[in-house]
């Protein structure tokens, strides 16, 4: 009986030991996924950085494995490649999964100091991608999949993508919409302007107007404080505050903010009456209204029961009215009515609002075709060609859960870099956020690299070698910018062997996606017979097309036809042939040994045909003045 005592006694003590050590391996998962994802937001960089070195400096290995890709990246604490590459290698045999994203970032960058091939580079990042993915590193797993994607591989590329979607769409709030107007690191590459953009200066000078009572602007101070941005964080009690002020002035945009926030968020203190709100909003014809009605409806609110006939009404007049949120709540309430034969509908509402976008609904429309694509494989009339169709439908929408991750809050994190002058630190983000696949990401990038001044590589050779991989994923993603920037490098030979006829396709490609200065490039190559036969009436029509694609184009195309209709004029009259002649500075270099424009990164010709060109108009007007006779 002693004995049984006993051995109950130490059963009961090894359970309640495993027990306490199970909840507190919980609650530092709990800690470790609130740092890691801390990181990536500018605000709460710090705040997660400290976590993890805490974490670390008690021998814990995952935080210690994390601090590595936050000291490659600059988040949090101070950029330090070779600590980063140190400490990766150090844990890749026994850490943490981040430890092998880190060290296959440095290996995909060529940024480890070792001398290997470009393809047993990108094979070693590759590898330790995977292992990586294998340990539920997110990241990791959506590189892996552009990785099988490029490669052919569709559904090894489903398969990484989906379970990076599975592990973001738990902590992605039912209205989110990926953001559609990021920042350029070159103004010229900004379509948006700063639309919808506020720094902290700016903020706290709109706050102290709202303060003051301007209604817009008690508007505009809670938009932001809903939404965080560097250095301010998410603030909603506050943001409710101002949007209630805004409500007293009538203004419908804060009735239906603040209605949309009440109904997600427990908000102490505050309890309007969201229906009337709503309604309020409605007689005075903001029909977005509908849209968080039908939510209203469709969950309870409060006192107001659950209504599936009224959700409906007023969800189906959101989706008259174009409204987002209303396509994915229709869509919703259609899945729930799936017996009455509703699930088509709520596929096709899905795929409207997820083509905006809107990343729930990206999330449902994927998992359809998943489970499609699982139906569909064991049947044996299903074609291969439906099938791949079918995969990289879905691949297509994981995809974009999975750039909804924290992780997207380092585009604004590297730009602020930029800003502040931390040129190496925003070129590391970029690079990575290229690797992911944001289209912004690789034109940034690109800029910083064409600069010179990345602070990270530390050969002419390297900088444009990565310089060429970035421009080609702009190309790839459509980008007018990435097909001019390939241009110039095939045209000068820049980190590839110079290739004319190369060089034009892109100019002509960048053309057609409405670049002026592709097009201008373009026809100066068929004017001089660069690469393609020469055609200076087909050159004419070219530079007046670019022309009237871009008001800036005007005073280099004018010059550019003034200069052409001189050289043919020339020509004409004095036998000459001005094109034939190599106007290039390296030409002149080698005929005269020195030049004053030797320093000068413009073309040279460009410059000599202006002064040639003012020459002549300056000789012209006092042969003119000399011949007209003294009155």
């Known amino acids: 009986m002693r004995t049984i005592m006993v051995v109950t006694g130490l059963i009961s003590l090894l359970i309640l030991t495993v027990s306490v050590y199970g909840g507190e ?3 530092w998962q709990n800690q470790r996924e609130e740092a890691v994802f801390a990181l990536f937001r500018p605000q709460d960089a710090s705040r997660g950085a400290l976590i993890l070195q805490q974490a670390a400096s008690q021998g814990n290995v995952d935080a210690e494995s994390d601090l590595t890709l936050a000291m490659l990246l600059g988040m949090g604490v101070p950029q330090d490649l070779d600590a980063a590459a140190k400490s990766s290698s150090a844990l890749v045999d026994g850490g943490g999964a981040r430890a092998h994203t880190t060290m296959g970032l440095l290996l995909a960058h060529n940024l480890t100091g070792t001398e290997m091939s470009e393809e047993k580079r990108q094979s070693q990042a590759l590898s330790h ?14 590189l892996a999949g552009w990785h099988y994607l490029k490669v052919g591989d569709c559904d090894a590329a489903l398969q990484y993508f989906r379970r990076a979607a599975l592990a973001v769409i738990p902590a992605v709030p039912e209205e989110m919409v990926l953001p559609d107007s990021p920042r350029y690191v070159w103004p010229e590459d900004d379509s948006f302007g700063e639309a919808g953009r506020m720094t902290l200066d700016e903020f706290h000078f709109v706050e102290l107007m709202a303060q003051h009572g301007d209604a817009d602007a008690a508007l505009k101070t809670a938009v932001f404080l809903y939404r965080g941005i560097p250095g301010l964080p998410r ?15 009538n203004s419908t945009s804060a009735m239906v903010m603040l209605s949309s926030i009440l109904l997600r968020h427990n908000i102490p203190d505050v309890e309007e009456n969201v229906v009337d709100l709503l309604q309020t909003a409605l007689d005075f014809g903001e029909k ?18 659950k209504d599936l006939a009224k959700a409906k009404f007023h969800l189906t007049q959101g989706v008259l009215h174009g409204i987002a949120e209303a396509f994915y709540l229709l869509g919703s309430l259609y899945e729930e009515e799936e017996s009455g034969g509703k699930s088509d509908e709520a596929i096709a509402l899905w795929q409207v609002s997820a083509s905006v976008g809107h990343v729930p609904s990206a999330f449902r429309v994927a998992e359809r075709y998943w489970q499609e694509l699982h139906r569909v494989s064991t049947n044996a009339d299903t ?34 870099d930029y800003i502040n002058g931390y040129a190496a630190t925003a070129l ?6 290229s690797d992911l696949g944001y289209p912004s990401a690789h034109v940034n990038a690109g800029r910083l690299l064409d600069s010179g001044s990345d602070g990270i590589y530390k050969t002419e050779e390297a900088l444009q070698h990565q310089a060429v991989k970035v421009w080609q994923k702009a190309a790839d993603t459509g980008t007018a910018t990435g097909f001019l920037r390939l241009g110039d490098i095939h045209y000068y030979g820049q980190g590839v062997p110079q290739d004319l006829t190369l060089a034009l396709m892109y100019y002509n490609n960048a053309s057609m996606l409405g670049s002026a200065h592709g097009l201008f490039n373009a026809a100066q190559m068929v004017e001089w017979g660069e690469g393609v036969m020469q055609n200076v009436t087909q050159a004419r029509e070219m530079y007046e097309s670019a022309q009237e694609l871009s008001d800036d184009a005007y005073v280099p195309i004018t010059l550019a036809l003034a200069r052409m209709d001189l050289f043919l004029r020339l020509n004409a009259t004095f036998g000459l042939d001005l094109y034939a002649v190599n106007w290039s500075l390296p030409s002149f ?10 320093d000068t990164s413009m073309p040279a010709w460009d410059i000599i045909l202006m002064i040639v060109l003012g020459v002549i108009i300056v000789g012209m007007v006092a042969v003119r003045a000399r011949s007209t006779p003294h009155r």
Request: aromatic fraction near 12%.
């Open 25 to 27: 391996l919980t609650k």
């Open 129 to 142: 991608y995977i292992l990586a993915a294998m340990n539920n590193d997110p990241i990791a797993q959506i």
């Open 235 to 249: 603030d909603l009690h506050k943001a409710a505050g101002y949007l209630r002020q805004a409500v007293k002035e």
């Open 288 to 305: 977005s209204a509908h849209a968080y009605l039908g939510l209203l409806y469709l969950n309870g609110f409060r006192d107001v029961p």
């Open 383 to 416: 074609t291969a060609v439906f099938a791949q169709a079918l995969c990289h439908s879905a691949v297509s929408m994981y995809r974009k859960v999975a750039l909804s991750g924290d992780w997207h809050h380092l585009l604004e994190s590297a730009y602020e």
């Open 428 to 433: 590391m983000k970029y690079l990575l956020m």
């Open 589 to 598: 270099k080698e005929q005269w040994d020195h030049s004053f424009l030797l």
